[in-house]
C-alpha cells in the first residue's frame, strides 16, 4: 500500500468518466471539473478518448483539423507529449480526440494487450500532472475499457431522469472485471448526479433512489441543468471561463472542492515534494463563484 501511494502522489490521479449511457454529462463533467481544478493551479491533463470529440470542440479546437489525436497515440504512431495541446485554461492541457477513434477498436483487436496501450502511453507523463480525466464513450467497449486499465478510479455521472439507473450494473460488473483481470486497483471515485432540476417531481424521485443506492459513493456537489453550461460549449469554453459566476460554474467549481478534499493527502504530500502549494488564481469572476460555491446556491443532498 505505501509503494502505491509514493507512486500516486509522484505520477498524479487519473480518473476516467464512464457510463455506457449517452446523453448523462459525461464529457460537461471531463471539461469542467478539469477546468475547475486547472484554475486552482492543480495541473490538469484532459484526454477525449469518444469519437465524438466533444470534449475536444468544447475546449476550443476543431477536432478535424487537430494534428495529432488519441487515435495517433493508442496506435503508437505518435509520441504521446507531441499530440497533447494546451488550452485557453492555464495549466489544463488536452490530448484531443477525433473521427478515427472509431477505427481504433478494430485496428487494436489482433494487437497484443490492446487493452493496455493508453496505460503504457500514459505511464511515461503522468508526473506531469496532478490530475488526468478520461472521457469516455457512450459503450463498454475497447475505448472504454483501455481508459478504466489506465485510471486509478472512475467518477460516474447518473442523469437525473427516469432511466438513469438503466445499465448501472452491468457498468459496476465491468468495474469488477477489470479489477480481477486488467487493473486490481480501480476504484470507484464517485457518483455525480447530472442534469438535476430540483423543481421537477421526478429529478427529486431519482436523486433519493440514485441516494439509496450510492450513498457511499456520491458526491454532496449536484450538477444542475444550466443553460450557461450549453452556451460555454457552444463557445469552446468550460463554464468558469464563459460565465464564471453561474449555477453550471459554481457546481463543478464545488465538485473539484470534493474531489480534492478525497484526495487530499496525495495532494499534500506532492505539495510537499514540489515546494509549491496549490492555491486559488484570481481569475476574474472565478474566486466569486467558487466562494460562492459553499454558501448555500449549489444544490446538494441533505442528510
Same mark, same amino acid.
Given at each position: 500500500?505505501?509503494?502505491?501511494?509514493?507512486?500516486?502522489?509522484?505520477?498524479?490521479?487519473?480518473?476516467?468518466?464512464?457510463?455506457?449511457?449517452?446523453?448523462?454529462?459525461?464529457?460537461?463533467?471531463?471539461?469542467?471539473?478539469?477546468?475547475?481544478?486547472?484554475?486552482?493551479?492543480?495541473?490538469?491533463?484532459?484526454?477525449?478518448?469518444?469519437?465524438?470529440?466533444?470534449?475536444?470542440?468544447?475546449?476550443?479546437?476543431?477536432?478535424?483539423?487537430?494534428?495529432?489525436?488519441?487515435?495517433?497515440?493508442?496506435?503508437?504512431?505518435?509520441?504521446?507529449?507531441?499530440?497533447? =495541446?494546451?488550452?485557453?485554461? /492555464?495549466? @489544463? #492541457?488536452?490530448?484531443?480526440?477525433?473521427?478515427? $477513434?472509431?477505427? *481504433?477498436?478494430?485496428? +487494436?483487436?489482433?494487437?497484443?494487450?490492446?487493452?493496455?496501450?493508453?496505460?503504457?502511453?500514459?505511464?511515461?507523463?503522468?508526473?506531469?500532472?496532478?490530475?488526468?480525466?478520461?472521457?469516455?464513450?457512450?459503450?463498454?467497449?475497447?475505448?472504454?475499457?483501455?481508459?478504466?486499465?489506465?485510471?486509478?478510479?472512475?467518477?460516474?455521472?447518473?442523469?437525473?431522469?427516469?432511466?438513469?439507473?438503466?445499465?448501472?450494473?452491468?457498468?459496476?460488473?465491468?468495474?469488477?472485471?477489470? =479489477?480481477?483481470?486488467?487493473? /486490481?486497483? @480501480? #476504484?470507484?471515485?464517485?457518483?455525480?448526479?447530472? $442534469?438535476?432540476? *430540483?423543481?421537477?417531481? +421526478?429529478?427529486?424521485?431519482?436523486?433519493?433512489?440514485?441516494?439509496?443506492?450510492?450513498?457511499?459513493?456520491?458526491?454532496?456537489?449536484?450538477?444542475?441543468?444550466?443553460?450557461?453550461?450549453?452556451?460555454?460549449?457552444?463557445?469552446?469554453?468550460?463554464?468558469?471561463?464563459?460565465?464564471?459566476?453561474?449555477?453550471?460554474?459554481?457546481?463543478?467549481?464545488?465538485?473539484?472542492?470534493?474531489?480534492?478534499?478525497?484526495?487530499?493527502?496525495?495532494?499534500?504530500?506532492?505539495?510537499? =515534494?514540489?515546494?509549491?502549494? /496549490?492555491?486559488?488564481?484570481?481569475?476574474?469572476?472565478?474566486?466569486?463563484?467558487?466562494?460562492?460555491?459553499?454558501?448555500?446556491?449549489?444544490?446538494?443532498?441533505?442528510?
Amino acid at each position: 500500500m505505501c509503494a502505491y501511494i509514493a507512486e500516486a502522489v509522484l505520477m498524479g490521479k487519473v480518473i476516467a468518466i464512464v457510463n455506457q449511457k449517452g446523453g448523462v454529462g459525461k464529457t460537461t463533467t471531463a471539461i469542467n471539473l478539469s477546468a475547475s481544478l486547472a484554475v486552482m493551479e492543480h495541473a490538469t491533463l484532459v484526454i477525449d478518448m469518444d469519437p465524438q470529440a466533444n470534449c475536444t470542440s468544447g475546449l476550443g479546437f476543431d477536432p478535424r483539423t487537430v494534428a495529432h489525436s488519441c487515435y495517433e497515440v493508442l496506435i503508437s504512431t505518435v509520441e504521446f507529449m507531441h499530440a497533447v =495541446r494546451p488550452t485557453d485554461v /492555464p495549466n @489544463l #492541457d488536452l490530448l484531443p480526440g477525433n473521427i478515427h $477513434l472509431v477505427g *481504433a477498436e478494430i485496428e +487494436l483487436l489482433a494487437e497484443e494487450f490492446r487493452e493496455r496501450r493508453l496505460a503504457r502511453a500514459l505511464h511515461k507523463v503522468k508526473d506531469r500532472y496532478d490530475f488526468i480525466f478520461i472521457d469516455c464513450p457512450p459503450s463498454l467497449g475497447l475505448l472504454t475499457v483501455n481508459a478504466m486499465t489506465a485510471a486509478d478510479s472512475v467518477l460516474i455521472p447518473v442523469q437525473a431522469e427516469y432511466f438513469a439507473l438503466e445499465g448501472l450494473g452491468q457498468l459496476l460488473n465491468t468495474i469488477k472485471k477489470l =479489477r480481477r483481470h486488467l487493473n /486490481p486497483r @480501480l #476504484d470507484i471515485e464517485g457518483v455525480l448526479l447530472t $442534469l438535476f432540476d *430540483a423543481r421537477l417531481r +421526478l429529478s427529486n424521485q431519482v436523486a433519493a433512489e440514485v441516494k439509496r443506492y450510492f450513498d457511499p459513493y456520491l458526491f454532496k456537489t449536484v450538477a444542475q441543468r444550466n443553460v450557461r453550461i450549453a452556451e460555454a460549449s457552444s463557445f469552446g469554453k468550460p463554464a468558469l471561463m464563459f460565465d464564471g459566476t453561474s449555477t453550471g460554474a459554481k457546481n463543478y467549481l464545488a465538485l473539484a472542492k470534493e474531489v480534492l478534499a478525497k484526495n487530499a493527502a496525495l495532494i499534500q504530500q506532492k505539495s510537499v =515534494r514540489s515546494k509549491s502549494p /496549490p492555491h486559488m488564481v484570481s481569475t476574474s469572476g472565478v474566486v466569486h463563484a467558487y466562494s460562492s460555491s459553499s454558501t448555500g446556491d449549489n444544490a446538494r443532498f441533505q442528510d
